[in-house]
């Protein structure tokens, strides 16, 4: 992200062809810790503000188990 100024994401991974924004930040710190660590020795949670009427613009949906 530093290299792009910070104003995008890297490319994704080929293992990992979609991003979806977690928002529980429980949550995203235990997918970090569990699941990323372990694979790929290390883990990131990026918090950040985004506008509410832009956010309103999309539906959340859960993605695997509620």
Known sequence: MAANGWRAFPPRLPEQPIFYPVLNE????QIS???NVPYYGVGY????AVDTAYL???AVQ????A
């Open 56 to 58: 309103g613009q999309f």
């Open 26 to 29: 429980e949550y995203d710190i």
């Open 62 to 65: 859960n993605a695997g188990d």
């Open 45 to 48: 949670v990026v918090r950040f």
């Open 33 to 35: 810790r569990d699941w």
